[in-house]
């Protein structure tokens, strides 16, 4: 068998963890999630080992050390530095299994280097930037302790991050357009099926 890993990229509130929730559902026993680590904080609600692997900024300094990171990004916030990461733990067997990733443009193209691109399947998501904002105020409003200043920062960098020069220099396949979760969804497994042939 040749797995390969199934890659949600979108900017914050695009609707990537939902939608990754719902193709590991759709297609349990064929897609593992790949649990990211990070060493921001962990949000009401989340679960160690199901979303993040939630560890200490010294931990992911030993992990570099040893040379486990494939792709990293830190995001000075206005808590202090957040680092993402996708760490080769022995968890990624691309000759057993099947993979579903979530991540960004930047985490997407580390990991396609990695592992090779014709492994790595990007499903980029678009969504109007207003309902983006709207969505990220509603998730940040249902936390115990809301950090509208760091939602911002988030909303403002996504625009470097996402800008459309960067979306292209992918060459993306396809785009999948997240106004109708449903619709959007839907799509996506149509890519996923033709990808597990």
């Known amino acids: 068998m040749s797995g390969k890993i199934f890659y949600i990229i979108g900017p914050s509130a695009s609707g990537k963890d939902s939608l990754a929730r719902a193709l590991l559902a759709a297609f349990s026993g064929q897609l593992k999630p790949v649990i990211?680590?990070?060493?921001?904080?962990?949000?009401?609600?989340?679960?160690?080992?199901?979303?993040y692997h939630f560890i200490s900024r010294d931990s992911f300094e030993q992990l570099e050390k040893a040379g486990k990171v494939i792709e990293a990004r830190t995001y000075q916030t206005v808590h202090g530095p957040w680092t993402y990461a996708t760490v080769d733990d022995g968890s990624i067997d691309l000759a057993q299994q099947s993979y579903l990733a979530v991540g960004t443009l930047e985490s997407y193209r580390k990991t396609a280097a990695y592992f090779g691109r014709e492994r790595v399947v990007p499903l980029y998501i678009e969504l109007d930037k207003g309902l983006r904002l709207s969505r990220a105020l509603k998730r940040e409003?249902?936390?115990?302790e809301p950090k509208y200043a760091e939602m911002c920062?988030?909303?403002?960098?996504?625009?470097?991050?996402?800008?459309?020069?960067?979306?292209?220099?992918?060459?993306?396949?396809?785009?999948?357009?997240?106004?109708?979760?449903?619709?959007?969804?839907?799509?996506?497994?149509?890519?996923?099926?033709?990808?597990?042939?």
Request: charged share 35%.
């Open 141 to 144: 409003r249902s936390q115990k």
């Open 36 to 51: 990211m680590s990070t060493t921001r904080p962990i949000r009401s609600g989340e679960v160690e080992g199901e979303e």
């Open 153 to 197: 920062r988030r909303f403002l960098a996504d625009e470097q991050d996402f800008s459309d020069e960067k979306v292209a220099a992918c060459h993306f396949p396809r785009v999948y357009v997240n106004n109708d979760f449903y619709a959007c969804l839907e799509a996506m497994k149509e890519t996923v099926e033709k990808g597990l042939l």
